[in-house]
């Protein structure tokens, strides 16, 4: 079982997909997870230190559900790279593309192209140990 996003996040977005699996172009058989958004934590670890995730895993006393969504085997076709060859420059990112908007589709979880060191910029920013940052794709720098 691969992890596309390589990562975690909030469960109110799909982060953007890492090569792994779609690098081969083989099928691949998508999954969903999906956890409510009420009476839950959801510590991203990639931006918060290890001792902040075990805090606020324990106060998450309540069970905790999830829906888990398997999709048909998704196989990668000439007229998937034809239809759709603006949303990536090569082959596995187009099939990257093409999986994470089935599953955002489905979800209705949008998709979020923030990257790691964007969300790291942020949380340096939020616990002021940065003055401002600076969102790539953009001139605007918050303070």
């Not at 000439?78 to 994470?100: N, T």
């Not at 979020?112 to 910029?121: A, F």
């Amino acid at each position: 079982m691969i992890f596309p996003e390589g990562s975690t996040s909030n469960g109110t977005s799909i982060l953007p997909f890492k090569r792994g699996a779609f690098h081969s172009l083989l099928p691949v058989k998508p999954v969903s997870v999906k956890y409510p958004t009420y009476n839950t934590v959801f510590p991203a670890n990639e931006v918060m230190q290890d001792h902040i995730v075990m805090i606020l895993g324990s106060c998450n006393l309540l069970p905790t559900f999830v829906k888990v969504t398997l999709y048909p085997v998704f196989e990668p076709t000439e007229y998937l790279w034809r239809q759709h060859a603006d949303k990536g420059q090569s082959k596995w990112e187009i099939y990257a593309w093409a999986v994470r908007d089935l599953i955002s589709q489905h979800t209705g979880l949008p998709p979020c192209n923030q990257h790691y060191s964007e969300q790291l910029q942020y949380f340096k920013y939020l616990t002021g140990s940065a003055k401002s940052y600076l969102i790539e794709d953009s001139d605007k720098k918050h303070d």
